[in-house]
């Protein structure tokens, strides 16, 4: 069975802080793909990044980058100089190979909060 | 819209009472999933479309949840006699045909609340 877990229910951090969220992921399955979504108040969720499991290379993409390590299952994700604006709950998710569709098992989530 | 449009927003039922929410989801977009989040918890996989076919009902809890697609495009999520414990954020999100890109829009969610 797939499982991703989020330890980190809440981090709290100063405005231009970096910091990291964590997520570890089991699955039996050779093939498979990770996702970070980010939920604000609003109630959407929205997609920053989608990783397959061939390809370990890390990504960066503005302030954000993330490290893809499949040796230690993780796929963290790190905000540069965090801004108030990134105040949102960050949900890591995991999918299998299908032939359609992509049912993601997603994680607890992180509340994260950027203060001034 | 752009988007995946859920109806209603917020849905207040009476335990028993039966209730039907509504997704329309990006226009051309196979795929159309439903989840279900319980607060303070990740979004859990309810059921899943192809067109108007369900390929997989295996995250409806109980027989009183029913969702359809008849014409490929708009989708019903039904729950019957509705109890406390289905009080939760019923997302829906819809993705494109093309397996290349396995991206799924979310929208915002239908907040049922059962008293």
């Known amino acids: 069975a797939q499982k991703v877990t989020q330890a980190q229910t809440e981090i709290s951090v100063v405005e231009k802080e970096d910091v990291t969220l964590d997520c570890v992921y089991e699955?039996?399955?050779?093939?498979?793909?990770l996702f970070w979504y980010k939920q604000p108040p609003s109630g959407e969720l929205v997609f920053l990044i989608r990783?397959?499991?061939?390809?370990?290379q890390n990504e960066i993409s503005g302030r954000y980058s993330w490290n893809f390590q499949k040796s230690t299952s993780s796929f963290n994700f790190t905000i540069t100089a965090s801004q108030v604006v990134d105040s949102a709950v960050y949900f890591c998710?995991?999918?299998?190979?299908?032939?359609?569709?992509?049912?993601?098992?997603f994680g607890t989530g992180t509340q994260l909060k950027v203060e001034l | 819209g752009a988007g995946v449009s859920q109806s209603p927003r917020y849905k207040v039922a009476k335990r028993g009472q039966d209730v039907a929410l509504r997704c329309d989801p990006i226009?051309?977009?196979?795929?159309l999933f439903w989840y279900q989040q319980a607060l303070g918890q990740g979004p859990e996989f309810l059921t899943y479309?192809?067109?108007?076919?369900?390929?997989?009902k295996s995250g409806l809890p109980s027989d009183r949840f029913f969702a359809e697609r008849p014409e490929g495009s708009v989708s019903t999520l039904k729950i019957q006699r509705t109890q406390q414990e289905d009080s939760a954020v019923y997302l829906c999100?819809?993705?494109?045909?093309?397996?290349?890109?396995?991206?799924?829009?979310f929208g915002q969610g239908t907040r049922l609340t059962v008293v």
């Open positions: 999100a819809s993705s494109p045909e093309n397996r290349d890109s396995l991206e799924a829009f």
């Open positions: 699955t039996r399955d050779t093939t498979y793909y």
């Open positions: 990783r397959n499991s061939f390809d370990e």
């Open positions: 998710a995991l999918s299998e190979e299908r032939g359609g569709g992509n049912k993601l098992t």
């Open positions: 226009s051309g977009h196979v795929s």
């Open positions: 479309f192809q067109n108007e076919a369900q390929l997989d």
